[in-house]
């Protein structure tokens, strides 16, 4: 059962996103769930992996995260490791550079895959917006515009909503003919095989 989890943002030290990761974590339908974090948007910062690692083993989970910039693994076995989890994590960062990573490693393909077959893909921020077909991002440039994403989810995706420099994001999705999400911190998009809906 496919179920996709696009954040909009916050802190999760401050617990400000604790419902959506435990409605997350209901969704694996385990107890213990294996989690893996991947912190690539921020080009592999240690300090937010072992953050996010203590978090979510705090919740119950069995949690890794998988710096892909720094690891000595294989293309094979990250994929192995990528299909043994029931939940993968894209951390928050630079959208732009996380779509080339993924697109290098083809994790792209592979994650459209696992998430046909149940395992729970979600993203916060830069790795929400990976999720859709576009985010708006102003990593690339000093102005937002649209970067391209997995398209997972049809449609543009705006993380941090309630802030002021990204409220041209409807007027450039209503140019453009697109169905425009705009999602604001400490809420999510939730795309499952029977609904979509804001948690």
């Known amino acids: 059962m496919k179920t996709l989890i696009a954040i909009g943002g916050g802190s999760f030290q401050k617990q ?10 209901s969704r694996c339908g385990k107890t ?31 949690v890794e995260a998988l710096r892909l910039l ?13 299909r043994s989890q029931d939940m993968i994590y894209l951390g ?23 998430s046909q077959q149940g395992i729970v893909i979600c993203g916060i921020s830069a790795g929400a917006n990976a999720l859709f077909e576009y985010g708006y991002s102003n990593i690339a440039s000093d102005t937002f515009e649209l970067v391209n994403g997995m398209g997972m989810i049809k449609g543009a995706f705006c993380p941090h909503y309630q802030k002021e420099e990204r409220k041209s994001f409807d007027m450039v999705c209503r140019k453009q003919n697109l169905p425009a999400i705009g999602c604001v911190d400490q809420r999510a998009y939730v795309v499952t095989d029977e609904k979509r809906f804001f948690l």
Do not use: W
Not at 16 to 25: K, L, P
Not at 49 to 61: E, W
Not at 92 to 114: H, I, N, P, S, Y
């Open 16 to 25: 400000e996103t604790m419902s959506i990761d435990t409605y997350a974590i």
């Open 32 to 62: 213990q769930p294996h989690v893996l974090f991947i912190p690539l948007a921020s080009r592999d910062d240690q300090g937010y992996a072992k953050r996010f690692k203590q978090y979510y083993r705090s919740l119950d989970c069995q």
């Open 70 to 82: 720094h690891t000595k693994l294989s293309n094979e076995e990250i994929y192995k490791k990528f």
């Open 92 to 114: 928050a960062g630079d959208t732009v550079f996380l779509m080339k990573q993924l697109k290098q490693r083809k994790l792209d393909l592979l994650l459209k895959e696992l």
